[in-house]
């Protein structure tokens, strides 16, 4: 069993920056892990905003291309979403999500059917 924890949500206006983290336990299982987020607004489909390999390969959703950015810190059992130029429409529950299956060489995984274990969420909230 894998436990995600997330936390750095919150409250900002728009036009700023937050940084969410991800911990995941027990530790020897992230760096065997391909990580990623994903948020849901209220009323829409649950939708990637970006993914990271085991290789550390990157994947960005379009709507955040050039303004988050993600990555990973294997001695800390982390992975970050770095968020910034944020607008009302980033407001969303964000959930980390792990693989626990792939392979080094494995590409980031952008479907969310294909995560074994869910964070429990954090809300942004993005004021205008």
């Known amino acids: 069993q894998v436990q995600l924890v997330e936390s750095g949500g919150g409250l900002v206006q728009a036009g700023g920056s937050l940084r969410l983290s991800c911990t995941a336990s027990?530790?020897?299982?992230?760096?065997?892990?391909?990580m990623g987020w994903f948020r849901q607004a209220p009323g829409k489909d649950r939708e990637i905003v970006a993914a990271i390999s085991r290789g550390g390969a990157t994947f960005y959703g379009d709507s955040v291309k050039g303004r988050f950015f993600i990555s990973r810190d294997n001695a800390k059992n982390t992975v970050y979403l770095e968020m910034n130029s944020l607008i009302p429409e980033d407001t969303a529950v964000y959930s980390c999500?792990?693989?626990?299956?792939?392979?080094?060489?494995?590409?980031?995984?952008?479907?969310?059917?294909?995560?074994?274990?869910w964070g429990q969420g954090t809300q942004v909230t993005v004021s205008a």
């Open positions: 999500a792990a693989n626990v299956r792939a392979i080094l060489t494995s590409p980031p995984i952008t479907r969310d059917y294909e995560y074994d274990y």
């Open positions: 027990p530790g020897r299982t992230f760096v065997r892990s391909s």
